[in-house]
């Protein structure tokens, strides 16, 4: 079945460091791929998304690519902020689209320090 | 974006009494309403897709009598934990659909069981 391996966090940065978190996936078919963020008390937010294989999602300076050679769908953001902070999930949509259930990673929690 | 109100964020209940969640999509119809578990530390699990006007479905190991779901508009799916254990404990998070849109999540309850 589908999965989704994303890197085990916590992962704390200082403020205007590099961020890289790391997720590849399992799938059949050619799956739509997502990072989500969830803030302190709060739902799951969409941050970015690509739906086909060399696409790049990008959003509030962060991106990925969809790399199908490597089934990976890497986030980075060049300069983190403290408000960053919080928990990304990456996920797939087997059938390719938003309407359908959503494949979790486990979560990588961020802490951005001043 | 559109707008996913999961009510209540917060309920703690006594063993044995049943619990109500509500998810209510405010600004779109959702055909399709998606209820996730999150333990600790961990990822979301997909618990059942409830669709307007049928019954949903359940995914392996969940208990469709513990878990009761119910889809009887549009704009609103319900989540019940009948005769709730401490082991129900955990955060639920519903997330709404409709046949073209992304994924919208509500904000998630915490589930106490004392």
Same mark, same amino acid.
């Given at each position: !079945?589908?999965? %989704?391996?994303?890197?085990?966090?916590?992962v704390? =940065?200082?403020?205007?460091?590099?961020?890289?978190?790391?997720?590849?996936?399992?799938?059949?078919?050619?799956?739509?791929l997502?990072?989500? %963020?969830?803030?302190?008390?709060?739902?799951?937010?969409?941050?970015?998304?690509?739906?086909?294989?060399?696409? @790049?999602?990008?959003?509030?300076?962060?991106?990925?690519t969809?790399?199908?050679?490597?089934?990976?769908?890497h =986030?980075?953001?060049?300069?983190?902020?403290?408000?960053?902070?919080? %928990?990304?999930?990456?996920?797939?949509?087997?059938?390719? !689209?938003?309407?359908?259930?959503l494949?979790?990673?486990?979560?990588?929690q =961020? @802490? %951005?320090?001043? | 974006?559109? *707008?996913?109100?999961?009510?209540?964020?917060? *309920?703690?209940?006594?063993?044995?009494?049943?619990?109500?969640i509500?998810?209510?999509?405010?600004?779109?119809?959702?055909?399709?309403?998606?209820?996730y578990?999150q333990?600790?530390? &961990?990822?979301?699990m997909?618990?059942a897709?409830?669709?307007?006007?049928?019954?949903?479905?359940?995914? &392996?190991?969940?208990?469709?009598?513990?878990?009761?779901?119910?889809h009887?508009?549009?704009?609103?799916s319900?989540?019940? *934990?009948?005769?709730?254990?401490?082991?129900d404990?955990?955060?639920?998070?519903?997330?709404?659909?409709?046949?073209?849109?992304?994924?919208?999540f509500?904000?998630?309850t915490?589930?106490?069981?004392?």
């Amino acid at each position: !079945g589908d999965s %989704v391996t994303q890197m085990e966090g916590p992962v704390t =940065l200082s403020e205007e460091a590099f961020l890289t978190i790391n997720c590849t996936y399992t799938a059949t078919g050619y799956p739509s791929l997502f990072w989500y %963020v969830q803030y302190p008390g709060e739902g799951l937010q969409l941050l970015l998304k690509a739906t086909k294989a060399d696409d @790049k999602g990008s959003n509030k300076g962060f991106e990925a690519t969809y790399r199908k050679e490597t089934t990976s769908f890497h =986030l980075e953001k060049g300069s983190v902020q403290v408000s960053d902070s919080a %928990v990304y999930f990456c996920a797939l949509s087997s059938r390719g !689209g938003g309407g359908n259930k959503l494949t979790f990673g486990t979560g990588t929690q =961020l @802490k %951005v320090e001043l | 974006g559109a *707008v996913v109100s999961q009510h209540p964020s917060r *309920v703690i209940c006594k063993s044995g009494t049943s619990v109500k969640i509500e998810c209510r999509s405010l600004d779109f119809q959702a055909t399709t309403m998606f209820w996730y578990r999150q333990f600790p530390k &961990q990822s979301l699990m997909l618990m059942a897709t409830s669709n307007e006007g049928s019954k949903a479905t359940y995914e &392996q190991g969940v208990e469709k009598d513990k878990f009761l779901i119910n889809h009887a508009s549009l704009t609103l799916s319900t989540l019940t *934990v009948t005769s709730a254990h401490p082991e129900d404990s955990s955060f639920y998070i519903c997330s709404a659909h409709d046949l073209n849109t992304e994924a919208f999540f509500g904000q998630g309850t915490r589930l106490t069981v004392v």
